[in-house]
């Protein structure tokens, strides 16, 4: 067994694979990935439209609202050339890969050579922030995927024949795929603060989803024989005996047991001290907050650090905190920047305690997810973007605040994420009281909070109370539209089945025009009458069954049995049609006509005698039969079935995800034209399998079929929202994400 940089493999023994059949493989890997990472690439683009839009709309001045515009117009116009080159770049990078060991190119070394104090008077501003954003790019990316890197390096290797230990190739390098993108950006006329936002989501899109590039090109490579045992074994390094509550795999309680707050929070500190010791430097959970200085630590207490938040929470923005994008305030640069004015003040060197430094990271984390959470409506997003410092606050002086779902400010959280889901445009905000009311309570929050826990217990009984009363009138509303629309839609219903019911007779018999009329301008209203009403069922099949003895009795019959019977009908089926029109208010006059040419028709017919090849008329009573001698066999199916019949299946899948779907989930609808609106269902009506959408008022917004529902949903234009509370969302995700660090640093 060889080890190689924490890689453990069984080489097998070794087979010459023909060059061309290398090369077929390579090929694969290559088209795979770059499929991949050209659809993540779209995604991208998608995103960064939306983000610059926002930021556009909550732009504070008309320039910087040009200038996001501006950007997204730039983007729009070079965005197929970027993806081109960057697809191009990609290809050339399985074609001739770098060997990852040598010197950089000279245009890639000006983004990876190290930065002195001297050099950095000479680095531009811009070029300098675009510097860091990719290192940081790199440096996440090559920790957050090493497992994988590094067995797709090796594997790969193989395919290559100047390939070694000492200089291996990785066509995925994520260093070398930024190198890439910077590269095709490098056409974007825009400024630096845009140029930041493009990266950020080149990050997230592309960089973010490289674990799952390299998942499939290594399961190509191993379907292929190419090193099927190789594992992946992280070094790991000795540490201490702990009990099982501080084992990092141990399940952590975060709202189930009140009484176990500290050790929440002591089992979230193991998971960051364990990040700390086998982490290189570099990541804001490695180290400590601490002035810039050479002179004495001075170690701030707790309280030291609340007055040090009560500044910055003093520093909030006045006015409309609605206004801005939805970005979370950088805690730790924020506080590294106070530290520094401090230092320089008394000439030590002030630092965060370990425990207040692991909360800072935890809350930044925390609010990290709350500004991603896809569930969150956008005015939310920015208003709870507010509240990191108080929030910070109230976990400094109360670590219980992790674990007790009781607590005010977690209560006060969840209930304002809960209230606001249904959120779509800004215009709403301006005619709902209860968005002021929220606006309200983050402003006295702000303005009010000095570490006592129990103004958010104020805040949020006052909230309750109010949100209360707007959704009993919203569930009024609601329910006259519940009730409105399924009438609306039995009606509708009602008119379809009988019309269908009457053309389908119409056309398959030549009727009178007398009888015709009848039945299109007056039958047809007392069979929609007797469909609505409650005992539908025997209602309606008696009036089909007169439109069924009224065609019967209007063709001429030879035999005894027959005309003996037509004698019995038609009297009593005059009676019943005179009774059903004058039900449905037929006019008494045009009534007596239309029953009386009615007869005139019916006495003619009764005179008539069949013809030889007079068409047989179906009994009402009697069943159709189709005889063998007219039964064929089935015909092939055509493409166009098969298609058809392959698109149902593919639909069944979204068509049962859309069955679970209960009433009251809230939803997400994305037009075509990138607008999006959020809605409620409100009710489902089985019968035409249509669901009813409404908005937070409790009003009608759409109407789709359970089908319509099914190829939104398939499009990925239909997203089912999560209501449930917001802060163990995040708390879940966090830990989830400390875990998996943890998991990677052992």
């Not at 309680?253 to 960051?272: A, P, Y």
């Not at 009730?483 to 389908?504: L, N, P, Y």
Request: net charge neutral.
């Amino acid at each position: 067994m060889k080890k190689v940089n924490g890689i453990s493999y069984l080489r097998e023994q070794a087979k010459a694979y023909p060059l061309p059949q290398h090369e077929k493989l390579l090929q694969k890997v290559k088209a795979h990935a770059l499929e991949l990472c050209s659809h993540a690439l779209s995604s991208m683009f998608d995103g960064t439209d939306d983000s610059l839009f926002e930021l556009a709309n909550h732009a504070h001045t008309n320039n910087e609202q040009n200038r996001y515009f501006e950007a997204m117009r730039e983007l729009r116009i070079k965005r197929k050339g970027i993806e081109t080159v960057f697809a191009q770049k990609l290809e050339q990078l399985f074609r001739q890969p770098p060997f990852l060991n040598k010197p950089f190119s000279d245009e890639t070394n000006k983004l990876h050579e190290p930065l002195s104090i001297e050099s950095l008077s000479l680095v531009q501003n811009d070029a300098l922030e675009e510097s860091v954003a990719l290192n940081s790019m790199v440096t996440k990316a090559k920790a957050n995927f090493t497992g994988n890197l590094l067995q797709f390096q090796t594997r790969v290797g193989t395919l290559y024949a100047n390939a070694n230990d000492e200089y291996p190739v990785n066509p995925l390098d994520p260093e070398r795929i930024c190198e890439s993108f910077a590269s095709a950006a490098g056409v974007l006329a825009i400024e630096i603060k845009e140029k930041l936002i493009v990266y950020k989501q080149f990050d997230r899109y592309v960089i973010g989803n490289l674990g799952d590039i390299l998942d499939e090109a290594n399961k190509i490579l191993v379907q292929a024989g190419i090193m099927p045992n190789l594992k992946y074994q992280a070094r790991k390094a000795k540490v201490l005996p702990r009990s099982s509550s501080d084992d990092p795999s141990s399940p952590i309680s975060t709202g189930n047991n009140e009484d176990s707050g500290k050790d929440v929070f002591g089992q979230i500190q193991n998971l960051l001290a364990n990040i700390r010791n086998h982490t290189s430097e570099g990541s804001p959970l490695t180290g400590r907050l601490q002035a810039q200085g050479s002179g004495p630590v001075e170690i701030l207490s707790s309280g030291e650090l609340m007055s040090l938040l009560g500044h910055i929470q003093i520093g909030s923005p006045p006015g409309n905190l609605a206004e801005g994008p939805v970005v979370a305030m950088d805690l730790r640069s924020t506080l590294q920047a106070l530290l520094n004015q401090e230092s320089q003040r008394t000439g030590k060197v002030p630092a965060v305690e370990q425990i207040d430094d692991d909360l800072i990271n935890l809350v930044a984390m925390l609010f990290e997810f709350i500004l991603d959470d896809y569930n969150l409506s956008a005015p939310i997003q920015v208003l709870i973007s507010r509240l990191q410092i108080p929030i910070l606050k109230v976990a400094i002086k109360d670590k219980t605040f992790f674990s007790k779902p009781s607590h005010p400010a977690r209560r006060l959280l969840n209930a304002l994420a809960k209230a606001g889901i249904g959120w779509s445009e800004s215009s709403e905000q301006k005619r709902d009281k209860l968005y002021e009311h929220i606006h309200r309570i983050v402003q006295r929050i702000l303005t009010d909070f000095n570490g006592d826990v129990r103004l958010f217990e104020e805040l949020y009984i006052d909230f309750i109370k109010a949100s209360e009363k707007e959704e009993h009138k919203a569930k009024l509303v609601e329910k006259r539209t519940q009730e409105a629309e399924a009438g609306r839609i039995k009606s509708q219903k009602a008119h379809k089945t009988v019309d269908d019911i009457i053309r389908q007779k119409l056309e398959a018999h030549d009727l009178p025009p007398v009888a015709r009329d009848l039945l299109k301008n007056g039958w047809n209203r007392v069979m929609f009458l007797a469909y609505l009403r409650e005992d539908t069922d025997h209602r309606f099949k008696h009036c089909v069954r007169v439109v069924d003895e009224l065609i019967w009795c209007l063709y001429p019959h030879g035999d005894v049995e027959s005309r003996q019977r037509w004698v019995k009908i038609v009297p009593q089926l005059l009676k019943q049609i005179k009774a059903g029109l004058a039900e449905v208010s037929i006019n008494n006059d045009r009534l007596d006509v239309m029953i009386n040419d009615l007869k005139k028709v019916l006495t003619e017919v009764f005179k008539q005698q069949p013809q030889p090849n007079a068409r047989e008329v179906q009994s009402p009573d009697k069943a159709v039969s189709v005889s063998e001698a007219e039964e064929v066999s089935p015909k092939p199916k055509t493409a166009v079935e098969l298609q058809s019949e392959l698109e149902f299946a593919v639909l069944a899948e979204f068509l049962s995800k859309i069955e679970e779907i209960d009433v009251g989930t809230w939803v997400e609808f994305s037009l075509v034209n990138g607008n999006r609106f959020r809605c409620k269902l409100s009710t489902k009506i089985e019968d035409s399998e249509t669901y009813i959408f409404v908005n937070r008022l409790g009003l009608k917004v759409v109407e789709k079929s359970k089908n319509d529902l099914a190829h939104e949903l398939r499009k990925g234009r239909l997203h089912i929202l999560d209501e449930g509370m917001l802060f163990d969302r995040a708390m879940d995700a966090v830990i989830g994400n400390l875990r998996k660090m943890s998991g990677k640093a052992a």
